[in-house]
């Protein structure tokens, strides 16, 4: 796990190691993939460092979202044409979990066709299917206040 002194994104957010700026507000910071998958792969990363989503404070995750809504519409994604154009939005928390840079980042990735952008696999988990309401109630348990009404 890298800590803010020696995080490449920590060293972005800084100017200490150049990027293509796509957005910037002083929570928040968009620019390009310097290894896209796809032609307009971009970044969108909170201004506060910490390896994964639990890491990071609410108020430094609120705008990335409409940030990653933002640039996927001047990337000309807002196409309603789900057969022909896409985009994916992408988190990853941990090595496990496909995750190389220990900045949370939510990648913008478009799908415009099979050849490029993300794949996803979707293994189905028998077991985890048997067990699903069993997890549910221990889930509302440990959500306490957050859980939703029954
Ligand atoms: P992860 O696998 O951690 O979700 O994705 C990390 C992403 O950061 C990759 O898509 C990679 O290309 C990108 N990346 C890594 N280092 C740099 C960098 O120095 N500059 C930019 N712009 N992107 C980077
Ligand atoms: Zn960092």
């Not at 988190?91 to 993300?118: E, F, S």
């Amino acid at each position: 796990m890298s800590s803010a002194a020696n995080c490449i994104f920590c060293k972005i957010v800084k100017g200490d190691i150049p990027c293509l700026k796509l957005i910037e507000t002083p929570k928040t910071l968009a620019f390009m993939d310097i290894q896209p998958t796809a032609s307009g792969h971009a970044l969108i990363i909170p201004k506060h460092h910490g390896a994964m989503l639990h890491n990071i404070p609410d108020d430094y995750l609120q705008e990335l979202l409409p940030v990653a809504k933002k640039i996927a519409i001047a990337s000309g994604l807002d196409v309603n044409d789900p057969n022909t154009v896409g985009y994916n939005i992408l988190q990853n928390n941990g090595r496990i979990a496909h995750q190389v840079v220990d900045h949370v980042h939510v990648h913008l990735i478009p799908k415009r066709d099979q050849a490029t952008g993300l794949g996803v696999g979707w293994p189905s988990d028998a077991g985890a299917a048997e067990r699903v309401k069993e997890l549910h109630a221990e889930l509302l348990k440990k959500l306490g206040d957050d859980a939703a009404k029954m």
